[in-house]
């Protein structure tokens, strides 16, 4: 509760905030599920597509109804919302340590396929101008246990924060229609059993997850349930492991990468406005 004095001063300056979330949260509850059919895929639009769009909708760059301080203010309670859910992870885990043992080094090697976000995604980035964000928006594909590590590892208000953030935003904006649309797509081709696509469904934040096995749940009716239950266990084997390979493999490889990258980029960037002043000037001489 940094700059307030007590639970029942935040309350006082921050209740419109409050108001306007619950607000928002009954809307996109009863707007509800939509689905469309799109080729041998499914898209499905969840109530979190409509609530991050009305909080866009209503902040301080569109309508305005909640301002800057408001938006600061509200920063640090994503990770309280999302707080019972890495709970419920790590009680989960614990009471599955045989099941995680049993899995072996394939549980860890499917996890490592997220370093290649650092591989890929960091450099390009860079490349867009993007600075310290990078680091945090490319370190993983930023689950709820990735946005807790960078928000606990750099602070709130930090650079990697707001890159970990962004992505993990725009992930429950178009993650979860890309999540359910794949996931009906593969098991358009039959190739895999439903309990496989229930498993490979926990590879996202818990929101692509839901989306992805409500999604298969529509495809296989008969196994909604189990797919539902593979789902979540896949997602937490994932989050658990995840969180030990961010942090000793793919944040240590990210923050490498931006040190050799970021000073040469910084390097061609100061030649070209070189360059362009040059030529320039022997426009204006000409």
């Known amino acids: 509760m940094e700059g307030y004095k007590s639970i029942f001063d935040r309350i006082r300056n921050e209740y419109k905030l409050y108001i306007v979330a619950f607000s928002i949260l009954i809307i996109a509850e009863i707007i509800g599920e939509f689905e469309f059919a799109v080729g041998p895929g499914m898209l499905i639009l969840f109530p979190i ?3 991050i769009i009305l909080g866009v909708i209503l902040g301080p760059d569109l309508i305005g109804l909640l301002k800057e301080k408001d938006v600061n203010a509200a920063k640090p309670l994503v990770l309280v919302a999302i707080a019972p859910f890495i709970v419920n992870i790590g009680i989960t885990a614990a009471g599955n340590i045989p099941e995680l043992v049993s ?29 310290r964000e990078a680091i945090g928006a490319a370190h993983s594909i930023n689950r709820e246990v990735n946005l807790a590590l960078i928000t606990n590892l750099y602070g709130p208000e930090s650079a990697e924060t707001r890159g970990t953030l962004s992505v993990y935003i725009m992930g429950g904006l178009f993650g979860t229609i890309f ?24 590879v996202g934040a818990g929101i692509m997850m839901a989306a992805a096995t409500t999604s298969l749940g529509h495809v296989y009716p008969a196994y909604a349930d189990d797919i539902l239950v593979l789902g979540a266990a896949g997602d937490m084997l ?14 240590p490889l990210a923050n490498k990468i931006y040190s050799v990258l970021e000073p040469k980029l910084k390097i061609n960037e100061k030649s070209k406005s070189k360059v362009g002043t040059e030529r320039r000037y022997d426009d204006y001489e000409a």
């Open 49 to 51: 597509f409509y609530g």
């Open 103 to 131: 899995l072996g080094p394939a549980l860890i090697l499917g996890e490592l396929g997220n370093v290649f976000t650092v591989i890929i995604a960091l450099p390009i980035a860079l490349l867009l101008g993007i600075k």
């Open 179 to 202: 999540f359910g649309f794949l996931a009906t797509l593969v098991a358009s081709t039959e190739l895999f059993h439903p309990y496989a696509l229930g498993i490979a469904s926990g």
């Open 238 to 251: 994932t989050g658990m492991t995840g969180l030990y390979v961010a942090l000793f493999i793919a944040l």
